[in-house]
């Protein structure tokens, strides 16, 4: 169930042997109370059985979003992975997650009512939840937020926790996309 008055949200998740993590990833973007998301998952050349577990959650994934694409093929690297995937990329905001890390369900609904409200903003970001193999919480980050210039993040003078990242997609291409 879509809602396309709201802009579309690009997912993108990158897989390198994440069999044991990838389907609570997976699912964590399932359940985002946000509606109008495409999901674009990449596996990189894993040699365990990733592909397969990704495969199994493409009927859930055909049926929750509004576009839905995997591929897999030879490893390339990170970087080379999240360029391919931005490349196929329609929304208005992108959210890049590893295979191995879960969105807390409101994120997305909360990080584009922001973004929509603060249209100098380039992104969001927020804190995490460590957790152990068994999802139990083990860690909570607790950074003081603050509205950072390009210089800030740019020069490492402040810490992002990439899961929880939101940007404006015509940002990224913009600078160039991953190096």
Known sequence: MQNNEKPLVSVVIPCY??????????????DQTYENIELIIIDDGSKDSSVDKIKGMIPLCEERFSRFEFRYRPNKGLSSTLNEGLEWCNGKYFS???????????????????????????????????????????????????????????????????????CRLDLIRKVGQYN
């Open 96 to 166: 890049a997650i590893a295979s191995d890390d879960q969105m807390i369900e409101e994120k997305t609904e909360i990080q584009v009512d922001y973004l929509e409200k603060n249209d100098k903003c380039a992104g969001v970001f927020g804190n995490v939840t460590y957790i152990d193999e068994d999802n139990r919480a083990i860690y909570n980050s607790n950074l003081n937020f603050k509205k950072n210039n390009f210089e800030d993040v740019i020069l490492f003078n402040y810490i992002i926790m990439a899961p929880t990242q939101l």
């Open 17 to 30: 042997n994440h069999e044991k993590f990838v389907q609570d990833c997976i699912q964590s973007v399932i």
